[in-house]
């Protein structure tokens, strides 16, 4: 258990951040536990299985690929604690290959999107919107990139030391300048936290802001987005909630006491309607927004609906 609730801590404090990433950490966390989980019953086996994914699923709110990973791993259907454990070790190992998989589909796909000369602005750090970007420059396509900031995180660090290490040309500006840079740029593309069933897309906050921004230029606008990073709860009508982060990472907190009429919010991510996306990537295909619900009734199935309606 130790390791799994260290696993845990990583995801809540973002030392394991990105949609993708945190799945796959869940599922290896789970995958571990279960291999060495001592227990007398069936019943008990499932308890303690139960009490795992909830740690796991409680870190962080809103990217839906964290509660798909542990219900498609968790799933077995089984009359011994010996078969359970088998089938929730398969299930983590299958979870971890379908992910490592999309990815690379994801690029190949994405990138056909390109052009030689291109100018792209992505936003946060996404893995799967850079599998894109930098499947295109490994192409041999020359590939400029516009990458935000991204405040509070500043995840926007991190994609430029991996743009750089790829050798692609990229500039680093400051949220607020989206719009002023948005008439050099060909294409937007993000990533996704979660995707509702009807197209609108939930990713780092200041994605909605691209989006409008690209609307008003003309510009095209992508999220690359896994299919387990579709959201099936959204089919009955549940809304994803905003993960609401620390003022201590907006600002200092010994400012912020010497403020008493001010109030600091700090929400992680926004929504961007379906109207202002033109293309999800996924390793499926690439589709409009509007096929969001046969997304997750073909490739998460909607028996995950019922998985996760048991469970809540
Ligand atoms: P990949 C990140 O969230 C960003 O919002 C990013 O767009 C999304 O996850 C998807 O990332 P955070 O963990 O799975 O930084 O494409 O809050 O890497």
Redesign the pocket.
């Known amino acids: 258990m130790q390791q799994l609730l260290e696993t845990a801590e990583k995801i809540r404090t ?1 030392e394991i ?6 799945a796959v950490a869940a599922a290896t966390a789970l995958r571990d536990y279960v291999r060495e989980l001592q227990v007398s019953s069936l019943e008990e086996f499932e308890a303690k299985v139960l009490e795992a994914a909830a740690i796991l699923v409680d870190t962080r709110p809103t ?1 839906v ?1 964290l509660p798909n990973a542990v219900m498609l791993t968790t799933r077995y259907d089984a009359s011994t604690v010996e078969e359970a454990r088998e089938q929730i070790i398969a299930n983590a190992d299958k979870f971890i290959e379908r992910a490592k998989k999309a990815l690379e589909t994801i690029a190949q796909i994405g990138a056909k999107r390109l052009k030689d000369g291109d100018v792209v602005m992505t ?7 850079l599998a894109i970007i930098k499947a295109a420059h490994k192409q041999g396509k020359n590939i400029r990139v516009y990458t935000t900031e991204s405040r509070p ?1 500043r ?1 926007g660090f991190i994609t430029i030391r991996e743009l750089n290490e790829t050798g692609i040309q990229t500039t680093l500006i400051v949220d607020s300048a989206v719009r002023i840079f948005m008439k050099e740029v060909d294409v937007v593309i ?4 979660s995707i509702t069933a009807n197209g609108a897309l939930v ?2 906050i200041g994605t909605s802001q691209l989006a409008l921004a690209a609307k008003e230029a003309r510009v095209n606008f992508i999220s ?1 987005a896994e299919t387990y990073k579709f959201h099936p709860m959204t089919v009955m009508g549940d809304m994803i909630e905003i993960e609401d982060r620390s003022a201590d990472e907006v600002i200092d907190p010994k400012i912020i006491a010497e403020l008493p009429n001010v109030k600091v919010r700090n929400p ?2 926004d929504v961007t309607p379906s109207e202002y996306i033109d293309l999800i990537v996924t390793e499926v295909g690439a589709f409009p927004p509007s096929m969001a619900f046969v997304v997750i009734r073909d490739y998460l199935g909607l028996e995950l609906m019922e998985d996760m309606k048991e469970t809540a």
């Open positions: 973002m951040r990105g949609a993708g990433r945190i990217a690929s936003h946060c750090n996404s893995h799967a919107a995180r995840q993000v990533g996704a936290d990713n780092k690359a992680a991510f």
